[in-house]
């Protein structure tokens, strides 16, 4: 890290970070041996499998006491540990820029900052994505402190944008992360779940583990306005007139049951999925994670 | 059917304040805007919602709508009128002829129907201007009016309907609206008689409702229908002047005038004697009630008469006056034929007639119990026949030359079939006569066979009396010829017709004792009904009078009612004692010292114990039915403005309950299928 104080990473939550250990449990397909397991076998001590022997492979591995036992060749496969990939893919839409004293978007860099620090810090690759309608940017895993320079000015130089579409986003990222690897995806998700979960479908299909973090404001949950109010949309600039009291309750259930939708879809894929108002902790993400 | 205003002035005023409540309520604020996320989301709510919502919002808008109209209308306080001519009428004139009458006492519904008449006919005075004109006829025996004409002074008149008390009188319908009618001719603008009254059906089914020339009448009934009541009704004494140690019976009609069955205990008293019987009443019957009486010494008695007190006790108790003598008094007239003094002869025989001989004209107006006419050839019928009316009681004995007319007349028969001198058949041989009803109470005394037979004697001459003429009547006895021999006329009238010769030449009737027993049994029961001279009745509501017989000091006499509370009267003119106060239901004494000089006797109106009433419409007269209240909203116009205050108060709640949470409909669909 250079001297540069970054907006997004402080000093103290780095030093809180070191009790932080970025672990996750999926595989990895790393090219560099690491910490992580990986579905690639290859020279290590931790023991996998027994298969048989077919031509082209190395004889070194065949179990020649299997052999003397049965009269055949069997090869003993080993996993192999490996660095992972962590890709991130940070909602940047103009929604994101909804908050009352933190924008949705100040929250999620600041999450974003520290799991890339957190990441790098476990010589882990990670990747960063700055989407909206489009992906605005796209930084390719890399697990140098320059790297980590280079995200976290992105972040700074970060701004809410036009429209949001999660899904859009997801699939043009398809081409761009390669290896397998944890994908964690931070947006309010204020966007069609099935259209979402379609499009994480070749993500999933590939292995990846799949992180999902909305985040939203105090305010959008629990709708503190009162009377008649003209509620213009951020992002199309649709307006609804109505009355605050008097569609609060029902705009709270609707939103929970927005939310029960994805998070029923996220447990049926095998998708982590956490939510938070901008009012918590952003580190309440990690413990998350941790337990996770 | 229009639409006033009480006050116009808050109509400006109102103006003023709609102003700006108008202006509030359709200047539209812009609500604030509100940069949000999930606008799509709440575009979807608002639309799912806004089913449910939009019939509520127009429900709420017109309830506002109504609610602001009817606190606009409460301002300008509005009536309405239901017949604008009554109110534009320029000048009114109205006679109020309420009914006071005995049958106004009856209580219903905690008052009674005089007080709800007076407060109806306060309303029909309410609202009167300043041109207008009215006065006040209070409808009883002797109507009588408030002012002499008509006049301005309506507090008044109020203050009088309130003060108005219900007498025990009849009511005199015809006099009370020819006196209307009198106040209203000659006034100019609208006129109008308003009578509110029960309309009781015996009194008011017999008005003959005169006709009136610019007038218009309003009835007002009061009254919720159908008295139950039951009554005493006339009181007799049978006979009406019984002599002493006779045995008579007092005659008490009761009615029942309700539609159950009921029992009354009755109770009969004269001086130390008391009795009581227990009657039973069907529904809508009469019955008759006999106690007997007796009395020892001659002179004027008084009989009350009480039944079990009822809502309408007015007519609960009566009284009656009656003369005892010592001998029935007989004015014999043809004293000179044979057969005349052959009734003389037997009149001296029986020691409890006082037989004086007259002439017809004598007869009929003297104070006699009996006319006994002998041998009548027809002379002074009419005299007869009038006495006759009066509840007067006649033997007619009649002679051979008596016409079928003069007959006719007395029996009350057709005469046009007979004409001429009745015939006087003498028979070749003696004949009898015989009974013809075994049971007759009049041959009683011969049933046991002690007092011989009551057709002993014989005779050969008879008058040949049409049956034509007797048609009236029953024959008790006849000849054995077939013609009457003794006939009685039906029902109250006293007239007993003895075709039995007495002539020694052609009969032998007057030998026989059993002649003298038969003619006391008859003149015993033919006696007048009619009142003694010292006993006069009036009706309620009369001024009692009496004019003094020379011999008594007029400033002695005193009137006493039967409570013995002495009235106050005035000495007019040919010593005519007369009272100030009109005479109650009662019986009243002129005594001087102790000594009781006559008895005037005031029964209750007869008509006003039959408390049904009778709708206004069937009488025959050109009327509007309505209630004072009714009539007085007609004039007035009827105040809706509190029926807006209650209005505003509904739209108020109605508006509340409108704007309470509605749970938003919710799509049972779910939510989408998130690509599971």
Redesign the interface.
């Given at each position: 890290m250079s001297g540069k104080q970054h907006k997004y990473l402080k000093a103290e939550d780095v030093r809180r970070l070191k009790s932080y250990e970025f672990a996750p449990k999926a595989l990895a397909e790393g090219y560099l041996a690491g910490r992580h397991p990986s579905h690639v076998r290859g020279a290590s001590v931790e023991f996998h499998d027994y298969r048989q022997y077919v031509p082209g492979d190395d004889r070194a591995l065949i179990d020649w006491r299997v052999y003397g036992r049965s009269d055949r060749y069997y090869l003993r496969t080993f996993e192999q540990e490996t660095n992972m990939s962590c890709n991130i893919l940070l909602d940047s839409s103009a929604?994101m820029g909804?908050g009352e004293k933190i924008s949705k978007l100040e929250y999620a860099s600041f999450f974003t900052a520290a799991l890339c620090y957190l990441v790098i810090h476990g010589t882990d690759r990670i990747s960063l994505t700055l989407f909206d309608e489009q992906v605005r940017s796209y930084y390719p895993p890399g697990s140098t402190t320059r790297h980590l320079n280079q995200m976290l000015n992105a972040l700074e130089d970060n701004h809410p944008g036009e429209r949001t579409s999660v899904a859009a986003a997801l699939n043009k990222c398809v081409p761009l992360f390669r290896r397998r690897g944890s994908i964690i995806v931070i947006s309010?998700f204020?966007d069609?779940?099935?259209a979402i979960?379609?499009a994480l479908?070749p993500f999933l299909h590939r292995g990846f583990r799949v992180h999902l973090c909305q985040i939203l404001?105090p305010g959008?949950v629990n709708l503190k306005?009162e009377?008649?109010?003209?509620?213009?949309?951020?992002?199309?600039g649709?307006?609804?007139?109505?009355h605050a009291g008097?569609?609060r309750?029902?705009?709270c259930?609707?939103?929970q049951?927005?939310n029960h939708?994805?998070r029923?879809?996220a447990a049926?894929r095998q998708v982590d999925f956490v939510s938070v108002t901008t009012d918590m902790h952003y580190f309440e993400l990690f413990d998350h994670l941790a337990r996770e | 059917m229009s639409i006033g205003f009480e006050s116009s002035l808050p109509l400006l005023m109102a103006g003023v304040v709609l102003l700006p409540l108008l202006l509030h309520l359709f200047a539209r604020s812009r609500p604030p805007r509100y940069q949000f996320t999930a606008v799509t989301l709440l575009a979807r709510l608002v639309r799912e919602s806004i089913r449910a919502r939009r019939p509520r919002d127009l429900l709420v808008l017109a309830l506002r709508t109504l609610l602001i109209a009817a606190l606009a209308a409460l301002i300008f306080q509005p009536i309405i009128f239901l017949d604008r001519r009554l109110n534009d009428a320029t000048r009114r004139n109205v006679v109020v002829i309420v009914d006071c009458s005995a049958s106004m006492a009856y209580a219903e519904g905690g008052q009674t129907r005089f007080s709800a008449a007076c407060a109806d006919a306060v309303d029909f005075l309410g609202g009167l201007k300043g041109s207008d004109t009215a006065n006040v006829i209070w409808l009883d025996s002797n109507p009588d009016a408030v002012f002499p004409g008509m006049g301005v002074n309506y507090s008044w008149l109020s203050n009088e309907l309130r003060k108005g008390k219900v007498t025990s009188e009849g009511a005199a319908i015809e006099v009370a609206f020819a006196m209307a009618a009198a106040m209203l001719e000659g006034q100019e603008g609208y006129r109008e008689i308003c009578v509110v009254s029960d309309f009781q059906a015996s009194v008011w089914e017999f008005f003959k409702p005169p006709e009136f020339e610019g007038i218009n009448v309003v009835l007002s009934p009061v009254g919720e229908g159908h008295g139950a009541n039951v009554a005493l009704g006339e009181l007799r004494c049978v006979p009406a002047a019984p002599l002493c140690g006779e045995e008579a019976e007092v005659e008490v009609d009761l009615h029942n005038y309700s539609a159950t069955a009921v029992q009354r205990l009755v109770f009969v008293s004269c001086g130390a004697q008391r009795q009581s019987r227990r009657i039973a009443l069907q529904p809508w019957s009469s019955a008759l009630c006999r106690v007997p009486l007796s009395w020892s010494t001659p002179g004027l008695y008084q009989v009350d008469v009480e039944i079990e007190e009822d809502m309408f006790n007015g007519d609960d108790r009566g009284s009656m006056a009656l003369e005892v003598r010592t001998q029935q008094r007989v004015a014999l007239c043809g004293k000179e034929s044979v057969s005349g003094k052959i009734w003389e002869r037997l009149l001296h025989a029986l020691p409890w007639i006082e037989v004086q001989s007259v002439t017809v004209e004598e007869a009929c107006s003297g104070g006699f119990d009996t006319i006994l006419a002998a041998g009548w050839d027809g002379a002074e019928a009419a005299l007869l026949q009038e006495r006759l009316q009066r509840s007067g009681a006649l033997l007619l004995a009649p002679g051979s030359r008596v016409t079928g007319n003069a007959l006719a007349a007395l029996t009350g028969s057709d005469s046009s079939s007979v004409s001429g001198v009745l015939q006087a058949q003498t028979l070749s041989g003696f004949i009898g006569r015989r009974l013809l009803q075994d049971d007759e109470p009049l041959f009683a005394v011969f049933q046991r066979g002690t007092h011989g037979d009551p057709c002993a004697g014989r005779v050969r001459q008879t008058l040949h009396i049409p049956e034509a003429l007797l048609a009236g009547g029953g024959v008790l006895l006849r000849h054995d010829n077939d013609e009457p021999a003794l006939w009685r006329a039906g029902g109250r009238t006293q007239l007993y017709l003895w075709n039995i010769v007495l002539d020694p030449e052609f009969s032998t009737v007057a030998q026989y004792p059993e002649f003298v027993i038969l003619s006391g049994e008859i003149l015993k029961r033919c006696r007048a009904t009619d009142l003694p001279e010292a006993v006069e009745q009036r009706a309620s509501g009369d001024l009692l009078s009496w004019r003094v017989p020379s011999g008594i000091s007029a400033s002695k006499v005193r009137l006493l009612d039967g409570a013995g509370r002495e009235l106050k009267t005035m000495i007019g003119g040919e010593r005519e004692l007369t009272a100030t106060e009109a005479a109650k239901p009662g019986c009243y004494r002129w005594v001087a010292g102790e000594e009781v000089l006559r008895y005037s006797v005031v029964p209750f109106p007869a008509g006003e114990s039959d408390l049904r009433q009778m709708r206004p419409d069937k009488l025959k007269i050109e009327a509007v039915t309505v209630s004072g209240r009714q009539a007085r909203n007609l004039r007035e116009g009827v105040s809706i403005w509190p029926w807006f205050i209650a209005a505003s108060a509904l739209f108020l709640l109605l508006e509340l309950l409108a704007l309470a949470p509605l749970p938003l409909i919710k799509k049972k669909t779910g939510s989408r299928n998130h690509g599971g």
């Open positions: 929604s909804f309010d204020l069609d779940p099935a979960f379609q479908a404001d959008e306005r009377g008649m109010t003209t509620f213009v949309d951020m992002e199309s649709q307006r609804v007139v109505a008097a569609i309750e029902s705009y259930a609707a939103l049951k927005h939708g994805l029923e879809l049926r | -």
